[in-house]
């Protein structure tokens, strides 16, 4: 929540924290984020984001009670940009679904077969 709502860096936008990954000394932790934009918004976050992290790390000491405070890094989590770039290629090459209302045709193999009377 500090992120969003404390961090005063205009950088420091479009940010979410995916995870993070905790020494077992408890003494850093690797912060990963995913930023919406491109490249450069990314990197310009990325800094605003470390220059922040004393003032975060600050705001952790406050909530937890442990001997250290542990030093932040952030890292970049490309996960979500993957699975939507992941997702708009599927669209592009996959047929598109029917819509709820529409149903299969009656000439699919999968429909048991009527029976006939013949007399």
């Known amino acids: 929540m500090a992120i969003l709502?404390?961090?005063?860096d205009p950088r420091v936008s479009?940010?979410?924290?995916?995870?993070?990954?905790?020494?077992?000394?408890?003494?850093?932790?690797?912060?990963?984020?995913?930023?919406m934009g491109d490249a450069a918004k990314?990197?310009?976050?990325?800094?605003?984001l470390q220059r922040s992290a004393g003032f975060l790390q600050s705001r952790i000491a406050d909530r937890i009670e442990t001997r250290y405070t542990p030093r932040l890094r952030f890292e970049?989590?490309?996960?979500?940009?993957?699975?939507?770039e992941i997702a708009r290629m599927l669209h592009d090459v996959l047929p598109p679904a029917p819509a709820d209302g529409d149903e299969?045709?009656?000439?699919?193999?999968?429909?048991?077969?009527?029976?006939q009377d013949d007399a």
């Open 104 to 115: 299969p045709s009656s000439s699919s193999s999968d429909a048991p077969a009527e029976p």
């Open 42 to 48: 990314e990197k310009l976050a990325l800094q605003g």
């Open 76 to 84: 970049l989590d490309g996960g979500i940009k993957k699975s939507i």
């Open 5 to 8: 709502t404390e961090v005063r």
């Open 14 to 35: 479009g940010v979410t924290v995916t995870g993070v990954e905790m020494a077992p000394d408890m003494r850093s932790a690797v912060v990963h984020v995913s930023i």
